[in-house]
Every structure is written in C-alpha cells, then in structure tokens.
C-alpha cells in the first residue's frame, strides 16, 4: 500500500504544538486587530445575494479572473497562490492522518495527490516566486515603483524570501526521507527525488539524516513565522483580498450612498474614518499595492495629483495610526470631537486636488483585482467639502447657482429648452400623454450647440422608424449628475425630486436618453429615491430597430471610424456592442479600434463634473484621448456622449486635425445612410 512514515527521523515533535500555539494567537491577534478597526465604519449590509457573491469569490479569489488579465502578473501570481492553498492543504492531510489517526495517506490518493502533484505544485511555485523576483529587482514596473511612500515596501521581499526558503527546504526534507529511506514510490515526488539525489552525491548517509533533522525544525520555524507575520503585513490580502471581493458592491455601477437629508444627523460626505462604512475601511486593508487602478486612471496618466493607489495607502496608513483611538471610540459609541478633527481626511491626509482631479470614469474599480472602491470614496470626501466645508474648485460655483436657479448648468432660461426643435415636429408630453417613450434630450442636447445638432439627428430618426415618443420641454429640468458627481448631494436631491415628481405625474413609463450621464442618473440615482423606469440609451434603442427592419441604413457612408467607448454608457452602463453594431450596420463603415477600448477605454476626461472645470495640471486629458484616435488614422472619430463630444472635437481642433478629422455621434453617421445628406432637414443652431 503506498504511504510514508510521518515524522521520519523526527524526534520530541511535541515542540511543534507548543509553538504553533503562540504562532496561532499571533496570526489571531493580528486579524483582530485589522477587523477592530473595520467595525470603527458604519453599517452596510453587504449579505445579500449569497449565491452571487460566491460565485464571484470563485471567479475572482480562486480563478483570479482579473489578475489573469495581466499575462506575466497574473502567471507568477497564480502559480504562487495556488501552490500556497494546495500546500496548505497538503498539511492539512498530513495532520489528519498524524494526529486524527485518520488513514487518508495511503493508496492512489497518496501517490496522485500527496506525492505527485504537491511536489509538481510546489516547483511551479518557485518558478512562480523567481519570476515575480526578476520583475522586481530587474524590469521594475512603473506600477509597483510609483508611491514610496508604502508602509509595506519591504513586504514583497520578505514574503518572496519566505515562501522560497519553505519550499526549497521542502525539497530537500523530502528528497533525503526519499533517497536514504529507499522509498519505493519516490520517483512519485520528482522534484523532491532529485533534491535527495543531489545532497547523496556528495554527503554521506549520517550527514544527510543530521542535515534531515536541521533542515526540517528549519523549515517549520520558517513556516510558522510566516503564518504569524501575514496579518501585520500586506500579506493579509490573502484573506482581506476574498473578504472584500465577496462583499463588493452589488448595486448599480453608478449608484453612490444616498445621504439621508432628513435625518436630524445627517452624514453629509466623509470628514473622517468614522463616516467611512465598514466595507471601506477593509477596502483598505485588501489592497496589494499591484498599481493596476494607477496605471489606468486617466488623471495619473497624465500628470494630476491623483494616484488612486496612493489615495488607498494614504488612508491605509491614516488608518493604523488613527484608528485605533477611533476604535476606542466605537467600542464606547462615541466620537469625542477631539478625534474627529485628528482624524480629518482632506488635507491632512488626501490633498483636495486629489479629488477633484476624479473623473469618475471607474477605470481603477474595473481592473482592482480585489474590487476596492475607490471612486464612491472619492465622491463622499467631496461631498463634506462642498456641503459642509464650502471649499470646491470656483468654477463650480456658479455651475451651481445655474442648477438651482435655472434647471441647467448653463444657466439659460427653462423656454429656450425647446429652441432646438424648430423645424421638426417634436411633440410635447403635454400634448401626447399616451406617448410609449419620453426622448430626455438633456442639457446639452437643449442648450450646447454641438449637442443640439445631436438630439435633432435623433429624433429624426425616431420619425423615421415610427417610434412613438414625445418630450417634456421646457419643464424638463438637469437630472443633476453633475451636482451629485461634484458633491452638492442637496442640490441634486432638489433637482431629482423634482422631475420625479414630473415624470410621476406624467405616468412615464419609458425613457429614451441622449446622454449616458442621464442614463446612470435614472437608473441608479434615481431608483434609490424610490423611482423605477425603464430607460434606454439612443445607441441601444437605433441598434434595435436597425436589426428589426424600421431602420434601413442604406446609402454608403465611406469612413474609417475610431469609435470612443463612453465610460458611463460601458464601465456604468455596461453597452460596449450597440454602437459598434450601428456602425458596422452602415455600408461603407471601418471600425478602427483604438489601443485602449470597451472596459479599458480611456476617459475623454469630463466625467465627474470636470466638464465644468478647468484642469490646473499635467496634461489635458482630452488631448490624450485624442491622440490615441488620431493614432488609429482614422478619418472620423464616433461617439455616443455630449460631454465626449465637446471634449473629442476640442481634441481634434488642439491638435491641428479639425480639417481632415471630424467628430460625430453614432446616430448622426446612422442618420447620413439612413436619409441621404441632400434630403435630410438643415440642421440648425439655435442656441449660444
């Protein structure tokens, strides 16, 4: 029967409990105090759709889905965390079989499990270390060298040192019980075989026996002080990384905390760590510092003070010197004053042009490989900044005086609203309550010029396909995204209830929307204060009547296209195929994909009410973006968003191509094969 001795050539192996006793209350200890400083957050029910969450801890904890995204990263990182596990689970086996007498050692399992494949794990494991070794020490990545400012900046090295020693040593334990035991299934544990091999060429039997017994104490010294150092290091994303993945955000991609206005303490925004919830707080203690969100966010990238990896550990550090006073606290149900204002956030800890360098775009949260949440984050320390502290870059300023006086960020009066529609039959809501679909053109499709033009190749469109639909008009009103995205939560609330109260009164049952930035707000923002409707992106709704044959895109529109991914239509919304599908719907049509599309398309940078600000640092954003579709030699650039429109065609213009390059909306292209260019009405600009 194949099997081994347990414990061969090892004596008064009691030691080995008494010193995994203090090593197992280190390690408890260690995990304490992290998951006492998480409980310093509010509540957030995080529990629901159980099955969800562990089919995403499956896909994103054991198959490491996103890591694998990154061919070389994600090849080491596999390989050293799944020998990690089966390892572990080979000990496991060891001590049932040792010390609950249970015979699981033995037969086919033994040789296929516990020889063969622990000894071919444990080799890819050290391959695995060696190659995050070299890419350390040699090649450097920009992502792991960026923020020196880590506490942990030596925990790579250590860890990477540990885990070698512990299989090296392995190797070598096992090879001599293998060579001078004369195991009859030895060849079964190759690696280690070759180990015994080596040493019996050149030690004798009683040598190999005393290296045997120095070796194995060795090797469980090691083993055991890894285990207690993991939770005092960022290591402990070995169990921080699954916890925060299994209760990540299950809610809309958009949806921020709603902040409860009526409550007689409302938490308006984040002043400190205690206004944080609890899921925030172990976001901190998840992040394994690999730089992915940095190398993707588009205000790090080009050169403003934002590095959402550095805001992480920022606050990871603030944590471990501050919570545990704030832990105090918690434990008591206070929070004396005094420790509010030392553990304040912006300033002390994030600088303020950190944050309102956010475009919101999610491109951090999309490639986390632990799904910390960086920009929910970001929004509520902006909101105590404009609710509570009445700091906020000036321009937004009187961006928020138009919100609350006029309905719109422009400030124009609410009649001009429907001055874009002069020459078509646009029917009002008022006067077509039966209509099936409310067309929500939106700000920009009302008061931008460039926009303006949008929304009328739209609704010709809709005239075409005979879709029922009609607008609100002048008692349209912001849906307030920009006001929420900048932090005025109240303002935002107002401008929402607002047209809730609207659409209630109207019965609307479907929307149609020009902007993705409105989509998010109804979908997500809106639902939250407790209105549900069916909403649907102009690129959507047009794919879909292409394809069912009210929309016949016919006449040739020769152009290369590098078609723009919005980020709230894809990483919010999650529509990448709709408007590439309207575009290849169109004769004459090439796509040309830029280097950076779908889930990491590059923000046009006006997200997050940066569309009203000015940028103060590095590089302009939208130039950027820019230059990634002009490098497509593409001869128009496609885009499905108002706000991408301006910052696209400002692009273009800045870089000398608005002669030989033009700019344009997915529907307009639909609009030049569907109704020929000479018979398709003029196009007017109503509006400054």
């Known amino acids: 029967m194949p099997t081994r001795e347990i414990y061969w050539n090892i004596s008064g192996t009691f030691v080995m409990y008494l010193l995994l006793l203090p090593t197992v209350a280190v390690f408890a200890y260690g995990l304490w105090r992290r998951v006492r400083l998480w409980r310093i957050g509010k509540p957030d029910g995080r529990l629901d759709q159980i099955p969800k969450r562990i089919g995403l801890l499956i896909r994103h ?11 070389l990263a994600g090849f080491f990182h596999i390989l050293f965390s799944w020998g990690f596990v089966l390892l572990f689970i080979g000990t496991l086996v060891v001590m049932i079989e040792a010390d609950l007498r ?8 033994y040789l296929f499990f516990q020889s063969f494949t622990l000894d071919v ?60 035991d004369q195991d009859p299934w030895g060849a079964w544990s190759p690696f280690g ?22 070796l194995w104490w060795f090797h469980l010294a090691v083993a055991f002080s890894f285990v207690a150092y993991l939770p005092f290091s960022k290591m402990i994303h070995i169990f921080t990384g699954p916890t925060s993945i299994f209760f990540q955000d299950l809610k809309g991609k958009g949806e921020l905390p709603l902040t409860n206005l009526e409550s007689e303490t409302p938490v308006l ?69 005094e420790q509010a204002i030392e553990s304040e956030l912006v300033g002390p800890v994030i600088e303020a042009d950190a944050l309102w360098a956010c475009t919101s ?34 321009e937004l300023n009187q961006v928020f005086k138009n919100l609350e006086r006029q309905g719109n960020p422009w400030g124009l009066g609410a009649h001009t609203r429907t001055k874009w529609t002069e020459g078509l039959n646009v029917p009002l809501l008022a006067d077509n309550p039966d209509a099936e ?36 008009g002048k008692e349209e009103k912001c849906t307030g995204d920009s006001a929420r995205r900048a932090g005025n939560e109240m303002l935002f609330q107002q401008l929402a209830m607002e047209n809730i109260e609207t659409l209630k009164g109207y019965g609307v049952k479907k929307i149609i929307t020009h902007c993705p930035h409105c989509l998010n707000t109804f979908v997500n923002d809106y639902r939250q204060m407790g209105f549900e409707v069916e909403v649907v992106h102009h690129t959507q709704l047009l794919d879909r009547l292409v394809k069912d044959g009210r929309l016949k895109p016919v006449a040739p529109v020769a152009a290369t296209v590098a ?28 796509i040309k994909e830029m280097e950076r599309n779908r889930e990491t398309s590059m923000c046009c940078g006006a997200g997050g009410a940066q569309m009203w600000m000015e940028e103060h640092h590095g590089t302009r954003i939208n130039i950027d973006r820019t230059r990634q579709a002009l490098a497509t030699g593409a001869e128009t650039v496609a885009t499905n968003c108002p706000f991408c429109m301006t910052m696209m065609s400002d692009g273009v213009a800045a870089e000398d191509q608005a002669g030989s390059v033009q700019v344009l909306d997915v529907a307009e292209m639909l609009l030049k094969s569907v109704t020929p260019a000479e018979t398709a009405p003029e196009v007017a600009a109503t509006t400054e």
Request: net charge positive; hydrophobic share 45%.
């Open 563 to 590: 078609y723009h991914d919005s980020c709230y239509l894809g990483r919010y919304g999650g529509e990448y195929e709709a408007p590439r599908e309207l575009l290849q719907a169109i004769p004459g049509v090439q």
């Open 361 to 394: 775009c999610r491109a951090c949260m999309e490639v986390c490989p632990v799904y910390i949440e960086h920009v929910p984050k970001i929004m509520e320390m902006r909101r105590h900044q404009v609710m509570l502290q009445g700091e906020f870059p000036n």
């Open 193 to 214: 075989y070759l180990h015994g091999q080596v040493l019996a060429s050149f030690m004798s039997v009683e040598a190999m026996l005393t290296l045997h017994k120095v």
């Open 61 to 71: 904890a054991v198959l490491q889905a996103r890591l694998a995204q990154n061919p």
């Open 121 to 180: 794990v444990g080799a890819l494991a050290m391959v695995g270390v060696a190659t995050a070794w070299v890419r350390r020490s040699l090649f450097k990545p920009r992502a792991l060298t960026a923020y020196q400012k880590a506490p942990s900046i030596m925990d790579d090295w250590v860890f990477l040192a540990h885990y070698l020693v512990i299989m090296w040593t392995g190797f070598f334990v096992e090879g001599i019980r293998i060579v001078v």
């Open 437 to 472: 679909y409310l067309f929500w053109p939106g700000c920009s499709g009302a008061f931008d010029q460039r926009g303006q033009k949008i929304v009328r190749s739209i609704v010709q469109l809709l005239e075409a396909a005979g879709v029922s639909y009609a607008i609100l």
């Open 102 to 109: 249970i015979p699981i050692m033995r037969g086919n399992f």
């Open 269 to 337: 925004g984040a002043a400190s760590l205690w206004d944080f919830t609890w899921k925030d707080i172990a976001d901190l203690d998840a992040c394994t510092e690999c730089g992915r969100c940095q190398e993707n966010c588009p205000a790090y990238l080009t050169g403003k003070p934002l590095n959402p990896k550095a805001l992480v550990l920022d606050l990871q550090r603030h944590l471990h010197e501050k919570g545990p006073l704030l832990a105090l606290a918690a434990m008591g149900g206070n929070r004396p004053a």
